[in-house]
């Protein structure tokens, strides 16, 4: 009893630390895990089997896989031919490139790349398209086991416990029927979404450029001789000087005749620059400043979320200097370094040449830019690791060669046909999530030592017992959607699969009905847009507030909800 009552408070802890705190999800669950470790609940054993459970390390490879499978270069081509005159035809065409490809790719790389050819269409208002496009996103990644992450962790879990994960395109039927339904929800409240053209990230909004004259008592002395870093509500980011670009600028270097000076914040407060002796300002003109610019939005648990700009050294730490921010699609003004960094703002970067090579990027951005559209792979490249990928889904399915085997041959083909680089592969380790997977599948056995899972499951069986096996699905299904919503997708998957496993084996019914809308139910995140990284990618993007989430994804959660539940009992019967 004493061990059942410790597990219940560690799990108690767990949900408080998930819902209610900032703290990064990997170190809430890494923290509870220890917590189950030192106090004898799970053995040091059980621990590094859980986390070198192959499950999880199919996850990790598949990952590490979709870094090369985000670089080839078909949905480049195909995102120019996608948004027509039709609103309606626009929708249906962006649907069902971003399902399609979402369901082999990450998806969070498939909307960053589609998120520009929305923004600068001609014919539609970006914010009509892009909750849409997030969205599709979601359905898309449903249809395949490596659609989305939150697949792999459900059969990651199911391979611990039985020995056997999900096959590849278990997913496939349910998957492509939501997607299909959601689809076709959407297109009913897309009316709903708000008409007015969003207003993007322009560099002259930010920008105020100054010329150093050739008679200016500012020559010949360093910034900070000049006293250029005290001003209170802007900042100096670049230095234009000929054809070389100077950024991030030192407070040691020096001023030049004829130097462009480039400064960012408060625009109100042009005035302060008169000061100074010998500058004269204008516009941003085209060119080398504009190139150097890049749009990134802040991802959850960044290692800069909670901190200013200045506390977060940005420019040391990533070689760049913020020029712009953007929260629930309005502009953020005054003095820049002061302003907290949130999940979901969107920043204009003036970037240093080390910035693309900085391996903190992805832990912390999604980038937004023209960049993100460049062909990165050739046709060979592009072909040759398209048609090993069809190898290795056929071969898994037809049971002829593992998964996990098939998966590791094609990183290896991709780091031989150089997709990907051993520097790249190190930088996009999902390490956070492999913590977040084998805590979470050594918490699971802490229950179950407990028998905490047990007395659990007897009691919501007990409770269900009229509704029968049905009506636990049923529950389940809302409880893991409720939880995605409060807090992410993978966290809901982990924490529901454990009571849905032992609920299932309490009916004495088969438990993939029970796995698979723990699954169905971890990737239902349309109402809020916080439980999914591509719904609060779009927010800043689309200028969206929480309410043209709720209520445009209020029919597409019915409508998922509904087919899920009455599919899955019929595809995965009891």
């Known amino acids: ?115 520009h050819t929305v923004r600068n269409n001609r014919h539609h208002p970006a914010s009509k398209l892009l909750i849409p496009l997030s969205y599709a996103a979601i359905l898309g990644g449903t ?81 900070l001789e000049n006293k250029l870093r005290d001003l209170e509500d802007l900042f100096l980011v670049e230095i234009v000087r000929g054809n070389y670009l100077i950024s991030p600028v030192t407070p040691q270097e020096h001023i030049e005749a004829g130097d462009r000076l480039i400064f960012s914040g408060d625009i109100k407060q042009v005035q302060a620059l008169e000061a100074f002796d010998g500058l004269s300002m204008f516009a941003v003109d085209e060119g080398l400043l504009r190139e150097n610019m890049k749009e990134v939005i802040v991802m959850p648990n960044a290692t800069i979320e909670g901190k200013s700009v200045k506390e977060s050294a940005f420019r040391s730490v990533f070689d760049a200097a913020v020029v712009g921010m953007r929260r629930g699609g309005k502009r953020l003004s005054g003095k820049l370094g002061n302003i907290t960094i949130q999940a979901g703002d969107s920043m204009m970067l003036a970037v240093g040449p080390d910035f693309n090579e900085r391996k903190n990027l992805d832990k912390n951005f999604v980038i937004i830019n023209d960049s993100v559209g460049d062909v990165q792979t050739s046709s060979f490249q592009n072909y040759s690791v398209t048609g090993v990928l069809l190898v290795v889904i056929t071969l898994a399915t037809l049971d002829v060669v593992p998964l996990i085997k098939g998966i590791a041959f094609l990183l ?33 056995q802490a229950l179950t ?30 409880g893991t959607l409720l939880l995605t919503e409060l807090m992410t997708n993978n966290a809901a998957a982990a924490l529901s699969f454990p009571i849905a496993f032992g609920l299932a084996e309490s009916y004495g019914v088969s438990y993939m009905p029970f796995v698979m809308v723990v699954a169905y139910g971890a990737s239902a995140s349309f109402l809020t847009p916080f439980g999914y990284t591509t719904n609060l990618m779009v927010q800043n993007l689309g200028g969206y507030e929480f309410r043209d989430y709720f209520r445009t994804g209020l029919p597409v959660t019915i409508v998922y909800s509904v087919a899920v539940i009455w599919l899955v009992p019929r595809l995965f019967p009891f």
């Not at 895990?33 to 059980?46: H, I, W």
């Not at 249906?92 to 979402?102: D, K, P």
């Not at 680089?421 to 977040?436: D, H, K, M």
Request: charged share 10%.
């Open 412 to 444: 290896l083909f991709m780091l031989a046909v150089r997709v990907v680089s051993g520097s790249e592969l190190r930088r996009r380790f999902p390490f956070e999530l492999w913590l977040i997977i084998a805590s979470a599948l050594t918490l699971s």
């Open 1 to 115: 009893m004493d061990d059942q009552l410790l597990v219940a408070c560690i799990f108690f802890g767990l949900l408080f630390g998930l819902i209610f705190t900032k703290w990064a999800a990997e170190w809430v669950f890494v923290s509870a895990m220890l917590v189950a470790y030192f106090t004898g609940l799970v053995d040091t054993s059980e621990v590094l089997s859980k986390a070198s459970n192959s499950g999880v390390i199919t996850l990790v490879l598949l990952l590490l896989v979709s870094t090369g499978l985000e670089k080839l270069s078909w949905l480049t081509r195909l995102s120019h031919k996608l948004i027509v005159p039709s609103y309606v035809g626009s929708l249906l065409r962006i649907g069902t490139a971003t399902a399609f490809f979402s369901a082999f790719v990450n998806n969070t790389a498939v909307v960053a790349t589609l998120a």
């Open 143 to 223: 249809m395949t086991l490596i659609g989305t992450s939150t697949n792999l962790i459900v059969s990651s879990f199911l391979e611990d416990v039985t020995g056997t994960g999900l096959a590849f395109f278990d997913f496939l039927v349910v998957g492509a029927s939501v997607t299909v339904l959601g689809m076709a929800a959407l297109l009913l409240s897309s009316r709903l979404l708000p008409t007015g053209s969003t207003e993007t990230i322009d560099v002259n909004e930010y920008v105020i450029e100054a010329e150093v004259s050739e008679v200016s008592g500012l020559i010949g002395k360093s910034i």
């Open 449 to 478: 030592n407990s028998g905490l899972v047990a007395v659990l499951t007897d009691a919501l069986q007990g409770n269900l017992s009229v509704l029968g096996p049905h009506g636990a699905i049923v529950a389940i299904f809302f």
